[in-house]
């Protein structure tokens, strides 16, 4: 048992929180007939009414809604954003999310909007046991995302201060000088921060650093734990979007919260047509919650999030805590199908990250599928510290064993000379994802 951001919510029983949920839908899909032109028009031209909708399985008579969707409602392509929900004169901020199409979705955001993302946050740090004290160097982006911001507006609740950096880039002085309790960043760059330090004589388990929080994309389990080991600290998970999904791993570390009261995740079939059972993968459809009476800036019911997980539990955490656990979530644009047989970047990452390759890697690493109908080849590329002097054989067969583990169907595959791996080992920086601006594809299709 820790200590709660708002205990009554976030231990309530089961029962009376899927009471608070349905009565939150109810009011939620009125809210949205009456004030988003999308649902209206969508309302008036079926046969649904938004009083049909009194509990979360009603969900699936109303669409689902993907990023595609977003874009045809909105300029150029309509005259207003009709999944805008509000007034102007009640937006408070205008975002934008760029999604793999590149194209920008509008998204806007109310004052009360802020506050929940904001306690949305809070619940996870606090959940994280962070408290008053603590100092926080914030290495997510303070653009046109929102994650950043309400992190930021977060930490006023708690009392922590926030060290707005924006990017982990940031000079190693920041960190001498301020002695931060912990940083948020994705876990790729606070494995360069630590090199970085290291090559400037200072050894991360030796700062004040006391806990990280990853985010920002999917990783797996074994570079968490290099992560950990580097640091020596505890590495929390945390998945947000501008959407509002904010869930966040407790010390407990058995899954991630969502925080049912304020959002609802429903876990489709990869068709989206029904929900999958409890510890079956599937896709993230998000709902966003309001309380009765409340307003908000954009509403999006059913959003189809692109991502997959699956529930661990509905039960009450170790922590105390009865909000749902879900599995740490994964791209769906990242997962490729092989003669059939799916795997994701996360799993590539998984057969890098294998303990022993460590002593020789970086953990830098991009993948490229190659071939054709009959033959497949999947390059790895590796950066090393020294490849001169890397066992390749060791790390060769670490990925191999890894990354084939739990995929009979790729390992048949491999068995039968129709699925091929390749590896490169590349000194510092020798990666082609250095030279592309932006975020690093690090598994790219190449068929
Ligand atoms: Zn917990």
New binding site residues.
């Given amino acids: 048992m820790g200590s709660y951001f708002k205990e009554e919510i976030e231990t309530l029983p089961r029962d009376e929180l899927d009471i608070v949920v349905d009565e939150r839908i109810r009011y939620t899909v009125k809210y949205a007939y009456e004030n988003s032109p999308f649902y209206r028009k969508w309302f008036d031209k079926t046969d649904v009414s938004p009083f049909d909708v009194r509990e979360h399985e009603d969900l699936r008579e109303l669409p689902i809604i993907s990023g595609g969707v977003i874009r045809e409602k909105q300029p150029p392509e309509t005259d207003e954003f009709e999944f805008k929900s509000t007034s102007w004169e009640n937006v408070f901020t205008i975002h934008e999310t760029s999604g793999t199409s590149g194209v920008p979705k509008s998204f806007f955001l109310t004052w009360n909007d802020w506050k929940i993302y904001a306690e949305k946050y809070a619940r996870a740090f606090v959940?994280q046991n962070f408290g008053s004290g603590d100092r926080v160097v914030v290495c997510a982006s303070y653009g046109m995302n929102v994650g950043a911001n309400t992190m930021t507006l977060a930490a006023q609740k708690i009392g922590m201060t926030i060290i707005p950096e924006g990017k982990c880039t940031f000079p190693v002085r920041i960190i001498k000088n301020y002695k931060p309790t912990a940083i948020v960043g994705s876990v790729f760059k606070l494995l360069r921060l630590a090199r970085r330090m290291e090559s400037q004589g200072s050894k991360p388990p030796e700062s004040s650093i006391q806990r990280l929080i990853a985010g920002g994309e999917s990783f797996s389990e074994e570079s968490r734990s290099y992560l950990e080991e580097v640091w020596d600290v505890p590495v929390y998970n945390t998945y947000g979007s501008t959407e509002g999904t904010m869930c966040g791993?407790?010390?407990?570390k058995?899954?991630l919260?969502v925080p049912e009261d304020l959002v609802h995740l429903d876990i489709y079939n990869p068709q989206l047509e029904n929900f999958v059972n409890d510890g079956d993968c599937g896709r993230i459809v998000l709902t966003t919650l309001l309380p009765s009476g409340n307003k908000t800036g954009n509403l999006l019911i059913n959003y189809d999030t692109d991502d997959t997980t699956a529930v661990v539990t509905r039960d009450k955490?170790?922590?105390?805590?009865t909000h749902m656990?879900i599995l740490n979530p994964q791209r769906e644009s990242e997962t490729l199908w092989v003669g059939g047989f799916p795997f994701n970047r996360v799993d590539v990452e998984q057969g890098v990250f294998h303990r022993d390759n460590m002593d020789y890697l970086t953990g830098e690493y991009e993948a490229f599928l190659y071939g054709d109908e009959d033959e497949t080849t999947l390059r790895i590329r590796m950066e090393c510290e020294d490849p001169e002097n890397c066992d390749q054989d060791m790390v060769e067969n670490n990925f191999i064993k890894t990354f084939l583990k739990y995929k009979p169907g790729l390992q048949q595959a491999h068995i039968d000379g129709t699925f091929n791996m390749l590896f490169d080992f590349t000194e510092s920086e020798a990666l082609e994802f250095y030279r592309i601006k932006g975020r690093p594809k690090r598994l790219v299709d190449r068929r």
């Fill in positions: 959940s791993e407790c010390i407990k058995a899954g919260h955490c170790k922590c105390g805590r656990r």
